[in-house]
């Protein structure tokens, strides 16, 4: 698999063992620059764990990871989030005892303009950057119907309430690419729906590519232009979701487990 001008992400034979254990083997896959791309496959497939690889939770045990034209395999979480890769997760990771503004802010300060030393001493840059940030958070908060709730604290959320902050402070890092752990898991199906049109808009709205891990068929044949299927650590299938949907090989390891 050769790299394209266009391509974000490149996946080129990744693997990861634990022991004995191979979790994935060579696993290959391409995200273009734009697009919405499904990750699916049944339970201990090796979804999460291509997520921790794709995020530096795990380094690869073989194979390369390359991120907008550069390798990243090996990078801690923080080194590859600076390199435009912001998640969320399958179980939510927020800030439970600050407010939900507080939670986007964090994300914003990686951008802070002003110095150490005009933080130390609350110069004018130091509060000029503080603004910025504070109303770069109420807009992002606003855009998921969260503002008014800005000063609540996010633990106090409701579980919808803390998926779309969860989306929102990841989206606050300003990543080329944003990957989706099951986001729709514990929503209802009004909610669910809800999910499937936030983000369709955030990915015209933020010009994003997302990757999504998803066991909602609904909402991974919605929204995605192509899906990948794991099974058992390895990719049996690739295509659009007319064309995944009607694979034997999908049927029998996945979408027949659903059935």
């Known amino acids: 698999m050769t790299l394209t001008a266009n391509a974000l992400l490149d996946v080129r034979q990744a693997s990861r063992h634990f022991g004995g254990i191979r979790a994935l083997t060579d696993v290959s896959m391409r995200l273009r620059t734009g697009e919405l791309v499904g990750l699916i496959g049944p339970n201990g497939a090796g979804k999460t764990t291509l997520f921790n690889l794709l995020t530096g939770v795990y380094e690869p045990s073989e194979g390369t990871i390359i991120l907008n034209g550069e390798s990243v395999g090996g990078m801690k979480p923080y080194q590859i989030n600076h390199k435009g890769a912001a998640r969320t997760f399958q179980n939510i990771r927020l800030f439970g005892n600050m407010t939900v503004a507080d939670n986007v802010k964090i994300a914003y300060n990686r951008h802070a303009k002003y110095s150490v030393w005009s933080s130390l001493f609350r110069l004018p840059s130091f509060r000029a950057g503080e603004k910025e940030i504070a109303d770069k958070a109420l807009a992002m908060l606003k855009i998921f119907k969260l503002d008014e709730q800005r000063n609540e604290l996010a633990k106090n959320l409701s579980y919808g309430g803390q998926r779309r902050l969860e989306i929102a402070r990841a989206l606050a890092a300003q990543p080329k690419l944003l990957l989706l752990d099951e986001p729709a898991a514990g929503m209802n199906p009004q909610e669910t729906r809800e999910l499937m049109n936030l983000i369709r808009w955030v990915r015209e709205e933020f010009q994003l590519s997302i990757l999504l891990i998803e066991h909602d068929m609904s909402l991974v ?23 995944v949907r009607s694979n034997p090989r999908v049927i029998q390891a996945y979408l027949g487990q659903e059935a």
């Not at 044949?221 to 064309?243: F, H, N, S």
């Open 221 to 243: 044949m919605g929204v995605c232009d192509r899906i990948y299927v794991l099974d058992q650590g390895k990719l049996i299938a690739e295509g659009t979701p007319d064309e």
